[in-house]
């Protein structure tokens, strides 16, 4: 079994290499004059995992090169940060159902699929392959275990999010709870843990995926006012788009830490012992 990535995926699959004991192939990735793309692997084995986020149209355009040119070898497609996942249903009439389209593409091939935290389970029967979801929640419980706060209150930022909170929050015995949001007036929202108490604690918010900021920010604020300590942020997937992490930063965030499923500065928690669990399970 040989692991091969594309561009966006290099550090967790060498890392994912390094903790599963397999060999990482090197990938040419170049772009044509005209813009189309160019990948060409090494010499696949029998059974190769491509390891493989999806953060842009470049980076779907490359997985799906590489899965064709491992045709012949059995495929475990692991997609640690699945993009188009939060268009998982019609909104409206003339949209497309993004998940469906792009999870039916990928698994063109494809044996089996793994995801990590993936923003809707209800994304893997979409999937033309049997696909499994993991979890970093235990991960990130233990980074903020790291973080030497005193009795910390682990926050999701939604009742949506608060299984995810739950998770994070259980292995190390951390208080948890979830923002409930009040709205006073057509401009006036406020929002506060809906059972605890914000006042005088050390509170991580924590999340599957930070885009922008806003929600952070504003939550952040808003707890603050209420008496917070100070307020973290730790999520899965750090997409930051348009400013987000700056704006975090700005917002007053004392720390934010991501995972390497989308790789950057503040990718401190890797999920490549997660993967390796689930290739070789
Ligand atoms: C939404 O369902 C997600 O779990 C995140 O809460 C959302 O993507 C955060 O977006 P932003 O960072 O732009 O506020």
Do not use: W
Request: charge should be negative; aromatic fraction near 4%; hydrophobic fraction near 40%.
């Amino acid at each position: 079994m040989k692991i091969v990535c594309n561009e966006k995926s290099q550090v967790l699959a060498a890392r994912t290499a390094s903790v599963s004991g397999l060999e990482l192939l090197t990938t040419e990735f170049k772009k044509f004059p005209d813009g189309e793309l160019y990948i060409k692997t090494g010499r696949t084995d029998d059974e190769t995992v491509i390891i493989a986020s999806i953060t842009d149209s470049d980076s779907f355009i490359q997985t799906l090169l590489l899965t064709d040119a491992c045709e012949g070898s059995e495929i475990t497609l692991v997609i640690p940060y699945m993009g188009y996942a939060r268009q998982d249903k019609k909104f409206s009439e003339g949209e497309p159902v993004s998940a469906r389209a792009v999870a039916k593409a990928l698994s063109e091939g494809v044996s089996r699929v793994c995801t990590v935290n993936i923003h809707e389970k209800a994304v893997l029967p979409l999937f033309k392959a049997p696909a499994k979801d993991s979890s970093l929640a235990p991960y990130i419980g233990e980074y903020i275990r790291t973080l030497g706060l005193e009795d910390p209150l682990i926050l999701a930022p939604d009742a949506g999010a608060a299984d995810f909170a739950r998770d994070v929050a259980k292995g190390m015995s951390f208080d948890c709870d979830h923002l409930q949001k009040t709205r006073h007036s057509g401009t006036e929202v406020t929002m506060e843990p809906k059972e605890l108490e914000a006042a005088g604690r050390c509170v991580v918010i924590v999340d599957d995926i930070i885009s922008t900021g806003g929600t952070l920010v504003t939550a952040a604020g808003m707890l603050k006012q209420q008496g917070a300590q100070s307020v973290h942020a730790a999520c899965v997937h750090g997409v930051f788009a348009s400013g987000g992490f700056a704006r975090l930063s700005a917002g007053k965030i004392a720390s934010v830490v991501s995972s390497d499923t989308i790789e950057s500065a503040s990718s401190r928690i890797t999920a490549a012992e997660c993967i390796k669990n689930a290739i070789l399970n």
